[in-house]
C-alpha cells in the first residue's frame, strides 16, 4: 500500500515536497516513480528511483526543478518540487514497480496558480 501526501496550493514560483509512504515491509529491488496526471490529458511520468541503488531518472519538463529521494528508515520516498509553475498542476501519484507486481497510490492533488 502506498500513502501520498503533500500536495496543495502554491503560486508560481513556489514549491511544495510531496511524500510517499509504502507499508510493505522492504523496498528493496523496487523502483520507486511518481506520475502525474493533468485534467483531460493521460497520466505521464515524472522521476523515479531505484530504491537500492538510488539511481534517479527526471521527465525533460521537471529536470532542474523536482528532485526524488528516499528514506530507507522510513520506507518513504519524497517529491521535492521547486519553481513550480501553472503547468505542473495535476493529480501526482506515487508508484512502485516490484518487477513481478506494481502499486499505485490514491493520489495527491497540485495546484499551482499563476
Known amino acids: 500500500q502506498l500513502v501520498e501526501s503533500g500536495g496543495g496550493l502554491v503560486q508560481a514560483g513556489g514549491s511544495l515536497r510531496l511524500s510517499c509512504a509504502a507499508s510493505?515491509?522492504?523496498?528493496?529491488?523496487?523502483?520507486m516513480g511518481w506520475f502525474r496526471q493533468a485534467p483531460g490529458k493521460e497520466r505521464e511520468f515524472v522521476a523515479s528511483?531505484?530504491?537500492?541503488?538510488?539511481?534517479?531518472v527526471y521527465a525533460d519538463s521537471v529536470k532542474g526543478r523536482f528532485t526524488i529521494s528516499r528514506d530507507n528508515t522510513k520506507n518513504t520516498v519524497y517529491l521535492q518540487m521547486n519553481s513550480l509553475k501553472p503547468e505542473d498542476t495535476a493529480v501526482y501519484y506515487c508508484?512502485?514497480?516490484?518487477?513481478?507486481?506494481?502499486?499505485w497510490g490514491q493520489g495527491t492533488l497540485v495546484t499551482v496558480s499563476s
Open positions: 510493505r515491509r522492504t523496498l528493496s529491488g523496487a523502483t
Open positions: 508508484h512502485a514497480n516490484f518487477g513481478l507486481s506494481d502499486a
Open positions: 528511483i531505484v530504491w537500492s541503488a538510488g539511481s534517479t
